[in-house]
């Protein structure tokens, strides 16, 4: 398993195959409030050849200022846009105790993009939304987050 966490460089290596994918962890990352659901993914391919594309950095300034003017916001959003462009599969965990906007925002922009899974846990305030928006789309939905590490190793 290789890991990519932003904003390291995402170019490919030359040791990738097809049988090595890269999956883009999308979803909930609300610190202190979303549980750390990237690492449980990553703990349990830990012996394979999949590459993760992670936008969680550990320590996040929340009081950034959200503006395309600013350096350090302005790449983070454009790394992770560029990572979802750059993966085979997307992976989304949307947490029930946040509000989780702009993985709403990143389901949208990959609707029809053929190579997403989505899990929504009961009591996540838009379930009904991301249930219609997958069903519409034909977006593969699953239970938990063992449901997105079968879809990540299915060829």
């Known amino acids: 398993m290789n890991v990519i966490i932003s904003p390291e460089n995402l170019t490919i290596p030359s040791t990738w195959t097809p049988e090595s994918p890269y999956v883009f962890l999308a ?4 610190q202190g409030t979303a549980i750390e659901w990237q690492k449980e993914i990553m703990n349990q391919c830990k012996d394979t050849d999949i ?23 302005n790449e983070q959003v454009t ?5 979802m462009e750059l993966a085979d599969k997307i992976v989304v965990y949307i947490d029930p105790k ?33 249930d219609i928006v997958c069903k519409y789309y034909n977006i593969p939905m699953v239970d938990d987050i063992e449901g997105l590490i079968t879809f990540i190793n299915e060829k």
């Open 27 to 30: 979803g909930s990352i609300q």
């Open 51 to 73: 590459t993760f594309l992670n936008p969680r950095r550990d320590k996040w300034d929340v009081t950034l200022e959200q503006k395309i003017t600013n350096k350090i916001f």
């Open 98 to 130: 946040t509000t989780s906007p702009i993985t709403l925002m990143e389901l949208g922009i990959h609707a029809n993009s053929n190579k997403i899974c989505v899990c929504c846990p009961e009591g996540f305030y838009r379930k009904g939304n991301v």
């Open 79 to 83: 790394w992770e846009l560029d990572a």
